[in-house]
């Protein structure tokens, strides 16, 4: 099972069929894309000896050639380690020696940063859109090479509290039922039409490139391939019933700028990676129409677990709609969930516990890490370490997240990797990391930090150890943090302060 079989397929049925867009040309037809992945995967083979199995990492922004790398690791076998390209070089060297990677594709903007911190496992680092990724695309092409349903092809690192990364394995399965789930449930995909990757494409914009191949649309990347309001509003007006993925960080700012963007021309805008506020959900309703569909999943089981399609999200005259657009949605069809207690019995309508889920989205462990792999998934359900209640209806509403981890602009951002950097300062005695509300970003990190240290020798702490968008926006110094009786820092007592502060 294959996952290059679908562009293989569609390649050969309709070769002129656009695929690819950059800005607001087309720069591959199925045709086109098909024989360059197919030789692009015979060089990774032939030309550098890689076999099925080997672990093929991606640091890029976006770009065209992001897609033909992505699909060309798959054509050939291998498996894909999407990077964030916003990671630091620490910390893509620790991403890049825990999953064997013998190849890296890098993007010009993180080249030097990658070159710098590439550990002595790595073989070979290619610059995409370079000489020598074109000299890939001249090689002899191979056939799709034979994986089974449960091969890796997909090694997603997400943070832990340990504060080291863990890769979970998304196999060909994992990846074909998310992209079923999506094309079915959430935004139906008709071909020619099209999806803007304006979020980056190593996390949620990239799931669901698959789902657009499988059904013959146009896979888009902006010419800045990032997110820009002037810049999408050009975009949506130019392609025919475009989708995007987006933060509630990226929607706001969208609502906020107030482009010249016609609603018409806009597909869906499916949001996730972070509750909306329900005032936000309906100025972007006022806004843009029945547009907007909801998703909640995980790196865990990616983006497939609830759902809150266009038609509920829209719905003014239910009921209950403020109730549920605050929602995370109901089960996907492939995806059992519930609430369970602190000894994994289910819980009923109404109480709150830890979120549950499984079917065939959900990975099939942490790469290299038994125990991890054997908590999570225990009794072969995954435990999210998110607390919510569902309904009688179904609908699902997040509480907290039992983890801690702090969102910001739909990023996770994990408190304790942050404190251990801070810790590292002879002047900090004790840290803790909280995230703080915020209007624009869901959530800003705050460090709550016992000793004298100076804010500029922290930022550049940090900046040193980790990437720009986990450092502290704001420092509060203390004289001591507050406790429980075991020594343990109460946390929940420092939002509160933080509460009360306003």
């Not at 099972?1 to 679908?6: E, K, Q, R, T």
């Not at 199995?53 to 498996?79: Q, T």
């Not at 990239?206 to 309001?229: K, Q, T, W």
């Not at 006022?286 to 266009?310: C, H, N, V, W």
Request: glycine share 10%; aromatic share 8%.
């Amino acid at each position: 099972m294959n996952l290059a079989i679908w562009l293989e397929r569609l390649a050969g049925a309709h070769p002129d069929l656009p695929a690819l867009g950059h800005g607001l040309s087309v720069v591959r037809t199925y045709g086109e894309l098909g024989r360059r992945v197919a030789r692009i995967a015979g060089a990774l083979r032939d030309g550098l000896g890689l076999r099925p199995g080997d672990r093929v990492a991606i640091f890029a922004r976006n770009s065209p050639a992001y897609l033909e790398a992505l699909y060309a690791i798959w054509h050939a076998g291998l498996a894909a380690v999407p990077v964030n390209a916003k990671l630091h070089g620490a910390e893509l060297a620790y991403v890049l020696e825990h999953s064997g990677a013998r190849l890296c594709f890098v993007s010009a903007d993180v080249e030097g940063a990658a070159a710098a911190h590439a550990p002595a496992s790595l073989e070979h680092l290619i610059l995409l859109d370079g000489d020598a990724f074109e000299r890939l695309a001249g090689a002899d092409p191979v056939p799709p090479a034979t994986r089974a349903p449960d091969d890796l092809a997909w090694l997603f690192y997400t943070s832990g509290t340990t504060g080291r990364p863990k890769g979970a394995m998304l196999s060909p399965r994992n990846l074909a039922a998310a992209s079923v789930a999506y094309a079915l449930e959430v935004d139906p995909i008709a071909p020619g039409d099209t999806v803007l990757h304006a979020a980056p494409m190593s996390h949620g914009s990239g799931l669901y490139i698959m789902a657009h191949v499988l059904r013959g649309a146009v896979n888009v990347v902006p010419e800045s391939g990032a997110f820009d309001p002037d810049e999408i509003a050009k975009t949506f007006g130019h392609w025919r019933r475009m989708s995007m993925f987006a933060a509630p960080t990226m929607v706001k700012r969208l609502v906020g700028a107030a482009p010249d963007v016609d609603a018409e021309a806009i597909r869906t805008i499916i949001y996730g990676g972070a509750p909306m506020y329900v005032e936000d959900a309906i100025a972007a309703l006022d806004r843009f129409g029945p547009r907007f569909a909801q998703i909640y999943g995980q790196g865990e089981s990616p983006m497939t677990i609830t759902t809150l399609p266009k038609a509920e999200i829209a719905d003014r005259g239910h009921p209950q709609w403020r109730e549920r657009l605050g929602s995370a949605g109901r089960a996907y069809a492939g995806i059992e969930t519930h609430a369970v207690d602190a000894d994994d019995r289910p819980l009923p309508p109404g109480e709150t516990g830890e979120v549950v889920a499984r079917g065939d989205a959900v990975m099939l462990g942490y790469w290299r890490d038994d125990e991890a792999t054997a908590r999570t998934l225990r009794g072969g359900w995954l435990h999210t370490g998110d607390l919510g209640a569902f309904d009688a209806a179904g609908y699902l509403t997040l509480k907290d997240r039992s983890k801690d981890v702090i969102i910001s602009g739909g990023t996770n951002i994990y408190p304790r990797e942050v404190e251990e950097v801070l810790l590292t300062h002879p002047a900090v005695r004790e840290v803790s990391v909280i995230g703080r509300p915020d209007a624009d970003w869901g959530e800003v990190v705050v460090a709550y930090v016992v000793g004298a240290a100076p804010v500029p020798e922290l930022d550049a702490l940090c900046l040193s150890r980790i990437a720009r968008f986990k450092r502290p926006k704001d420092y509060v110094f203390v004289e001591s943090l507050p406790k429980n009786n075991y020594g343990k820092v109460l946390k929940t007592a420092l939002r509160a302060r933080e509460q009360a502060s306003g």
